[in-house]
């Protein structure tokens, strides 16, 4: 089998990189066309004005909410993890006793 030389290497490494930048933007669009949708569907928002306004509105609110899930979401996961340290230690203490 044939090497590839370096600089061959180097521009189908680049052209790679392209293709994901490509497919990445398109991501990015669907989602946020998404993300619109849904704010429209839910709120009957038709105007990005009114949107807007009532995106500032929200702000503070939202916040506040994203911090009170992520910190949920982090006892959640604390507690998880918690549990699993806990069935461990008693399967090891359970293997010892055997």
């Given at each position: 089998m044939a090497k590839k030389d370096p600089a061959r290497k180097i521009l189908d490494l680049k052209e790679q990189m392209k293709k994901l930048e490509q497919q990445?933007?398109?991501q990015e669009r669907k989602?946020?066309?998404e993300l619109g949708k849904l704010f429209r569907e839910e709120w009957d928002i038709h105007d990005?004005?009114?949107a807007r306004l009532i995106i500032e509105s929200l702000k503070s609110d939202v916040d506040s909410l994203k911090e009170s899930l992520s910190g949920k979401k982090a006892n959640?996961?604390?507690t998880t993890n918690s549990d699993s340290q806990t069935n461990n230690r008693q399967e090891v203490a359970s293997s010892t006793l055997s």
């Open positions: 990445l933007k398109e989602r946020d066309e990005s004005e009114t959640n996961e604390a």
